[in-house]
């Protein structure tokens, strides 16, 4: 079953602003992983976070983990048209094991 | 590196009829791969995990008779639809993993309508 929930379902915003995604989660995990997908493409690996780890940046991206509210955020800065895109997270509960998805946010952004 | 490749990208069948969708790592050694389906506008399910020489451990509701998964080799594993219905059509995604590796990579994804 899905663990993650993914809010808000679908973000609309402007060209340059920034997008932020959250993700909860229900059990204990090894890492929390983010990908992006593209409208029926496949899926792309963002940035993985360890459940030992708070933050992470990675060029405009900067996840979150909070272990204690089972909560992870995606934030993506300046955002451009081209970011449009699904994006999901995912929680492995064991390193390398099985991901779990969760419902994914639907990001549009307008030129 | 680390590049998954599906084939075909898409395929149109006729009801009753089986479809063999390939999943491929080009350029590493894939111990595990895992098959997802992903019905529109919705988020990828867990339908299989596949080791390599070994049975392939299906998820509940997944019936294992109707999808079956052969991992062959370290570089190969098919996902085989028999007699598909109408209801099967989805978009079936592959990831492949290492044991060295956290992430998975995933293929670009199988469009399968059974008409």
């Known amino acids: 079953s899905q663990q993650g929930e993914e809010d808000p379902q679908a973000l609309s915003i402007q060209e340059g602003e920034n997008a932020t995604m959250n993700c909860s989660y229900k059990t204990s995990i090894n890492n929390l992983q983010w990908y992006r997908q593209n409208s029926g493409r496949g899926l792309v690996h963002l940035i993985l976070i360890r459940s030992n780890e708070r933050e992470k940046h990675s060029g405009r991206l900067r996840v979150t983990l909070d272990t204690s509210k089972k909560s992870s955020s995606l934030l993506i800065t300046a955002s451009r048209a081209a970011d449009t895109a699904s994006y999901f997270c995912?929680?492995?509960?064991?390193?390398?094991?099985?991901?779990?998805f969760g419902g994914g946010t639907r990001l549009m952004v307008k030129p | 590196g680390a590049v998954v490749s599906q084939h075909p990208s898409w395929v149109i069948c006729k009801s009753g009829t089986s479809v063999k969708i390939e999943c491929r790592s080009l350029?590493?050694?894939?111990?595990?791969m895992f098959w997802y389906r992903q019905f529109p506008k919705q988020s990828l399910m867990l339908m299989a995990t596949s080791n390599e020489g070994s049975k392939a451990t299906y998820e509940q509701g997944v019936e294992k008779d109707k999808f079956l998964i052969n991992h062959a080799s370290l570089t190969l594993s098919t996902l085989t639809v028999t007699s598909a219905h109408p209801e099967d059509s989805s978009f079936y995604i592959c990831?492949?993993?290492?044991?060295?590796?956290?992430?998975?990579?995933f293929g670009p994804g199988t469009r399968l309508t059974v008409t």
């Open positions: 990831s492949a993993r290492t044991p060295a590796l956290y992430e998975q990579y």
């Open positions: 350029d590493f050694q894939a111990t595990t």
């Open positions: 995912a929680t492995g509960l064991s390193a390398g094991n099985m991901l779990t």
